[in-house]
C-alpha cells in the first residue's frame, strides 16, 4: 500500500463521515477471563453475561444506580385481578440480527429454554409455572404464587430468536452427556447493539455494530467494532494498557491503580461492586471440632461473635490489603440493596480491649483456636483479607489456623451436607437488588430449595416463617416492615461477621468513559468519544 | 530392529497409560467443576443433577476406564469450561504452541552453538567473561520474571513489539501460522526469546565445556603438530565431535519446551495448550486437564523414541541386544 493510497483511503473516510454516516471507531477491550459461551442461557457467570449484554437483550436492564430499565419489555404490571401474573408488553419493530422480528413467541420460546432443566440460570425462575402468548406484543408469565419481586431477577434473562435456535437445532442448553457442541455456543444472534463477526474463545471475540439497532438515536453507538481480548496475567494486561494496545480493561488489579492513575494516558474509574465479603462462623453445631475447646461451641454464644466482630480493623485491611478499594461495612448486605439503610451500614467501633472483655465475659478468657478457609482466587485480595484477621483475631487470643485454597475446592466446602468447614470467608453479590434474596440463601434454615449458602448451621423456624412471608407478600409497605424487622434481629445477633464491600476499578482511554456498574457489567453501545 | 521398535513403542504405550492414570487419581485435588459451572442460586438438587450428567459421581477406576475408552478412539469428550469438544479446541491451540517451541528450540540451539563456541575459544575474553556471567542469569531468573521484564522493556517503554497473543494468524487448513505476516512475526520475537533462554543457556554451557574438552584431547594435539590449520581444527573436527550430545540434549529439550511453554503461554497471552490448560486447572475442567497431560506424556513418548532410534542408526549393537541373560543398554 503506497502513501498515496492511504492519503486517498482517508479523504474517502473523511468524505463519508461528512456525509453523516458515524465515524468507525474500534473499541478494544480486556479482561482477566473470557466469555466462557455465547450460549446465553448456559453459564450464569459474570463475564459471559457481561459479552452477551452487547449481543442479546433482556426484557429489562438493571442501570447503574440499580434502578430498572426497559428494554425489549416496554412496560410490566402485576393484573390487578390475579396477582399471581405479570404481564409484559412488549417492544414492537425490534429485529433480530438475522432481520427476524421479535415477538411474543421469541419471549416464550426464550423464557422456556432458560427454565429447562440444563439451563444455568433456571434456579431464578424457579418460581413460574407457565408462560404464555396472548398476542404478538403481550406475554404472561404465571407464577407458583404471587411473586412482587419477579422482575428483578431477569435482567440477564437473554431472549433469542426462536426460529434460528430451532433451525439450528440449538433449542436445549448445552447437556454434556450429549457429545456434540451445541451450536448456540460459537454462533449468536440477538436483538443487541452489536452482532458477532468471529470468535476464537480464550482469544478474540469481533463484534461489529448493528446498524439496524432499534435503540438508535437513544444511545451514542459511536463504536462500530469491539475486539474483546481476555489477558489473564494481570502484568500484562496493565502493560498493554499502558502501551496503548487497549483501550479499556475491565479488570484492573489493587495493586495497579495507583500507577495507572499517575499516567497521562490513562483514566481510572471506580465504584462499590454490589458484593460483601464477610466471615460466616458455624452457630448451630455442638462442637467446634477444629478447636481446642472439646464439647463446646464458642461461636454458638452472641457475645462471642460480637466481640470477634469488634476485634477486627476493617480500617486497616481497606488500607494496608485493600490499599483503598474497600468499603467497611457492618452488614452483609451492600448499599444498593432494597432494605438496606445507613445505620445497617456503619462497621461496630474497633475496640480490642472491650472485645477481650466480652470474650472473658463469655467463658473464654484464653480465647480458643479453630480453623479459618479461606479462598485465594476468587475475591479481591481474599487470602490477604484472612491473614489480616488472623492477626487481629490473634489480639484477642483467638488461634487461627488458616487453610487457603482455591475456588473449586474451597465452595464445596461451605455447599456440602453438613458443611465442611465452621468458619469460613465468603463474598455473596446479590443480583435481585433485594433482601430476600439475602435471607433466603444465606439464613434460612437448610431445606429444599432454601437456604442452600447457609453453611452456618442456623436453624430459626420463627426467623423461617417471616422469610418465607417475604416471597408472597404483595403490599409492599408491609414488607418492608418485615424486611426491616428480620434485619433488626439478625443485625444483633451477628451470625455473619461483615467485612467490606468491594470496590471495583475499570481503566480507559481519556477520551471515553465507561461507568462502573454494581453488577460488574459494561453496555459498549453507551460509550462515546470526547 | 523391528522387534526393538515394537518393545519401545509398548513400553511407550505403557508410560502413558501409567500417567493417565497417575493424573486421573489427583484430578480429585483440583476441586469440584460443579462449583464454576453453576450460578450461587443453584440449589443442591441442581448440582447434584450436574454431578450425575457429568459422570463424576462413578468411581474413579470406572470413569478412568471409560475415558482410556473414548480416548483411544479419540473422544476426549466436551470441556466443562467452552462445552465443545476438547478434541477441537486441542487442535485449533496446537499450532501457536508448536510454533513457539519449534522457533524457541531453533533460536536456542543456534545461538546457544555460536556463543558456546565463541566463549570457549576465548576464555579470558571480556565479552566471553560477561557472557558466562550473564548466561548464570539465564539460568536463574524465573521465565515469569523474564517475560514480564521484555514486555516492559520493548513494549512499555520503547514501544517497538506489541504485549500479548498472536494477532491475526493465517490459516493454512487447519494451521494457524504467524509467520508469514510482519505483525505475526513481531508478536513472536518476546514469547520465542523467553521461552528460549533458558535452552540457550543450557546448549551453551554445553557446548562450550565440551569444545574445551576435545580442544585438550589428543587428537586435537596431533592434528596441530601436523601443521593443519586451527580453525579446521575447531570447526570440522572439534565441533563436529562436541555437537553429538549436545543433538541429543536439544532434542529432548524440544520435548520439554513444547510440554512446559505454560508459564511464557501465560504471560504473553499466547492462545497455546499451555494456557489452555492453565485455564482448564482453575476451572477444573477435567476433560481437557486430561488430554492435554496424554498430549505431553505422548509428546516425550515420541521424543524418546525417536532419540532410541536415532542411536540405534548410530550405534547398531543397541538393536542387536546383548546376549541372553542381558538386555543392551
Redesign the interface.
Known amino acids: 500500500m503506497t502513501r498515496s493510497f492511504v492519503k486517498f483511503a482517508a479523504v474517502l473516510m473523511a468524505g463519508t463521515m461528512l456525509a453523516g454516516v458515524a465515524e468507525a471507531r474500534s473499541l478494544k477491550w480486556a479482561r482477566s477471563g473470557d466469555s466462557l459461551t455465547l450460549d446465553p442461557h448456559a453459564q450464569n457467570e459474570g463475564p459471559t453475561s457481561t459479552l452477551a449484554h452487547q449481543i442479546y437483550e433482556p426484557l429489562v436492564t438493571r442501570k447503574v444506580d440499580g434502578g430498572l430499565e426497559p428494554t425489549l419489555a416496554t412496560s410490566w404490571r402485576i393484573l390487578p385481578d390475579d396477582p399471581t401474573v405479570w404481564e409484559f408488553k412488549l417492544r414492537q419493530g425490534v429485529k433480530f440480527h438475522n432481520g427476524n422480528p421479535f415477538n411474543a413467541d421469541d419471549v416464550v420460546f426464550s423464557v422456556e429454554r432458560v427454565m429447562s432443566p440444563t439451563s444455568d440460570f433456571k434456579g431464578l425462575w424457579a418460581s413460574v409455572e407457565s408462560v404464555k402468548k396472548v398476542d404478538d406484543y403481550t406475554v404472561h408469565i404465571k407464577t407458583k404464587g404471587p411473586n412482587p419481586i419477579l422482575i428483578q431477577n431477569m435482567t440477564n434473562t437473554f431472549m433469542m430468536d426462536k426460529e434460528w435456535t430451532t433451525a439450528n437445532k440449538a433449542e436445549k442448553v448445552q447437556d454434556f452427556k450429549n457429545k456434540e457442541e451445541n451450536f448456540a455456543v460459537r454462533n449468536a444472534n440477538g436483538t443487541g447493539a452489536f452482532q458477532l463477526v468471529s470468535r476464537e474463545p480464550d482469544v478474540r471475540t469481533v463484534l461489529r455494530r448493528n446498524d439496524a439497532y432499534w435503540g438508535k438515536g437513544k444511545v451514542p453507538l459511536e463504536v462500530s467494532e469491539i475486539v474483546y481480548t481476555p489477558v489473564k496475567a494481570d502484568a500484562t494486561r496493565i502493560a498493554a494498557m499502558l502501551s496503548g494496545e487497549v483501550d479499556f480493561v475491565q479488570d484492573v488489579p489493587v495493586q495497579d491503580i495507583q500507577r495507572l492513575k499517575s499516567q497521562s494516558g490513562v483514566k481510572v474509574n471506580e465504584g462499590p461492586e454490589n458484593r460483601t465479603i464477610f466471615l460466616g462462623m458455624d452457630v448451630g453445631s455442638a462442637e467446634l471440632k477444629s478447636s481446642d475447646q472439646k464439647g463446646k461451641n464458642p461461636f454458638a454464644d452472641k457475645q462471642v461473635r460480637q466481640a470477634m466482630s469488634m476485634a477486627i480493623n476493617r480500617d486497616a485491611i481497606q488500607r494496608v490489603v485493600m490499599r483503598g478499594q474497600s468499603r467497611p461495612t457492618g452488614t452483609i448486605a451492600p448499599p444498593f440493596i432494597d432494605g438496606f439503610t445507613p445505620e445497617m451500614g456503619k462497621p461496630p467501633a474497633y475496640d480490642v480491649a472491650k472485645a477481650k472483655a466480652m470474650l472473658a465475659a463469655a467463658g473464654y478468657p484464653n480465647g480458643f483456636s479453630v480453623t479459618l478457609n479461606c479462598p485465594n482466587d476468587r475475591y479481591l485480595n481474599d487470602e490477604g483479607i484472612c491473614q489480616a484477621v488472623v492477626g487481629m483475631l490473634g489480639q484477642i487470643g483467638i488461634k487461627i489456623n488458616l487453610v487457603a485454597q482455591s475456588k473449586s475446592i474451597h465452595f464445596p466446602l461451605i455447599q456440602k451436607n453438613p458443611p465442611e468447614t465452621q468458619f469460613y470467608l465468603l463474598g455473596w453479590g446479590v443480583p435481585p437488588f433485594d433482601s430476600d434474596y439475602i435471607f433466603t440463601f444465606l439464613y434460612h434454615t437448610r431445606e429444599g430449595a432454601r437456604g442452600g449458602w447457609n453453611a452456618i448451621g442456623l436453624s430459626d423456624k420463627a426467623l423461617d416463617a417471616k422469610i418465607q412471608s417475604l416471597a408472597s407478600e404483595t403490599d409492599l409497605a408491609k414488607r418492608k416492615a418485615t424486611v426491616a424487622d428480620i434485619w433488626a434481629k439478625l443485625q444483633d445477633e451477628t451470625y455473619y461477621i461483615p467485612l467490606h464491600d468491594q470496590l471495583l476499578a475499570y481503566a480507559m482511554k481519556p477520551e471515553i468513559n465507561i461507568p462502573v456498574h454494581p453488577d460488574n457489567t459494561v453496555w459498549i453501545k453507551n460509550v462515546s468519544f470526547k | 530392529m523391528l522387534s526393538y521398535v515394537v518393545r519401545s513403542l509398548l513400553q511407550g504405550i505403557a508410560v502413558m497409560l501409567v500417567v493417565a492414570a497417575l493424573a486421573f487419581s489427583m484430578f480429585r ?5 460443579v ?13 447434584q ?1 450436574l454431578t450425575e ?2 459422570g463424576l459421581n462413578d468411581p474413579i477406576p470406572t470413569q478412568f476406564l471409560r475415558f482410556v475408552t473414548n480416548a483411544a478412539q479419540g ?1 476426549f ?2 470441556s ?6 476438547v478434541s ?2 486441542m487442535l ?1 491451540r496446537l499450532p501457536a504452541t508448536i510454533e513457539l517451541a519449534l522457533l524457541s528450540a531453533i533460536f536456542a540451539t543456534i545461538v546457544g552453538t555460536v556463543l558456546g563456541v565463541y566463549t570457549a575459544m576465548r576464555r579470558d575474553g571480556v565479552l566471553s567473561n560477561a557472557l558466562m556471567s550473564l548466561s548464570l542469569v539465564g539460568v536463574s531468573l524465573p521465565t515469569f520474571l523474564i517475560g ?1 521484564g521484555l ?2 522493556l520493548f ?2 517503554v520503547l ?1 517497538w513489539l ?5 494477532g491475526s494468524p493465517v490459516k493454512i487448513g487447519w494451521w494457524s501460522t504467524g509467520l508469514t505476516t510482519w505483525d505475526g512475526l513481531k508478536r513472536l520475537i518476546l514469547p520465542t526469546l523467553t521461552l528460549g533462554l533458558f535452552q540457550l543457556t543450557l546448549i551453551m554451557r554445553l557446548v562450550r565445556s565440551q569444545m574445551l574438552e576435545i580442544m585438550s584431547t589428543d587428537y586435537v594435539r596431533f592434528a596441530r603438530a601436523r601443521g593443519i590449520p586451527e580453525k579446521t581444527i575447531r570447526y570440522r573436527h572439534a565441533l563436529k565431535n562436541a555437537l553429538v550430545p549436545v543433538i541429543t540434549i536439544a532434542g529432548l529439550q524440544l520435548g520439554s519446551v513444547i510440554a512446559f511453554a505454560i508459564v511464557t503461554e ?4 499466547w ?1 497455546g495448550l499451555g ?2 490448560f ?2 482448564a486447572v ?3 475442567d477435567v476433560p481437557v486437564m486430561a488430554a492435554y497431560l496424554i498430549f505431553v506424556a505422548f509428546v516425550f513418548v515420541v521424543v524418546n523414541l525417536l532419540v532410541d532410534l536415532a542411536y540405534v542408526a548410530l550405534d547398531p549393537r543397541i538393536a542387536l541386544g546383548a546376549p541372553r541373560g542381558g538386555e543392551a543398554r
Open positions: 485435588f483440583v476441586g469440584d467443576p462449583v464454576n459451572m453453576v450460578g450461587q442460586e443453584a440449589s443442591q438438587q441442581d448440582r443433577e450428567r457429568l473422544d469428550g466436551i466443562f469450561r467452552q462445552q465443545r469438544k477441537d479446541v485449533e514480564i514486555i516492559y513494549a512499555v514501544g506489541p504485549t500479548f497473543g498472536r501465560t504471560v504473553f497471552q492462545p494456557a489452555l492453565v485455564n482453575q476451572f477444573a
